[in-house]
Nanobody
Framework: QVQLQESGPGLVKPSQTLSLTCTVSAGSITTGYWSWIRQPPEKGLEWIGYIDYGGITDYSPSLKSRASISRDTSKNQLILRLSSVTPEDTAVYYC????????????WGQGTQVTVSS
């Protein structure tokens, strides 16, 4: 079974760059689609972007200018970077695997809380 684990600092100051890592076990990031999703307090899930098996990325239009998704295939890790953060970026951040067969996210990490505050 695929397992995903997010990690990174829980507190980031405004204007800094948020950097999170997702470590994938029992699955290869060189196959499939791998997404970052977040949920601000008392709000719904928001798709940030994805990186596919070949390293191609795509992003939500609202975050495209600030978000960057990359990968380290040797470590089977996904990396999310979000620049120029504000308190509006406070959220629980998830990485997830997307299944084209079921049109759904079949595996999720547990999520990591990120708070943007000075």
């Amino acid at each position: 079974q695929v397992q995903l684990q997010e990690s990174g600092p829980g507190l980031v100051k405004p204007s800094q760059t948020l950097s999170l890592t997702c470590t994938v076990s029992a699955g290869s990031i060189t196959t499939g689609y791998w997404s970052w999703i977040r949920q601000p307090p008392e709000k719904g899930l928001e798709w940030i972007g994805y990186i596919d098996y070949g390293g191609i990325t795509d992003y939500s239009p609202s975050l495209k200018s600030r978000a960057s998704i990359s990968r380290d295939t040797s470590k089977n890790q996904l990396i999310l970077r979000l620049s120029s953060v504000t308190p509006e970026d406070t959220a629980v951040y998830y990485c997830a695997s997307y299944s084209p067969e079921s049109w759904s996210y079949d595996y999720w990490g547990q999520g990591t809380q990120v708070t943007v505050s000075s």
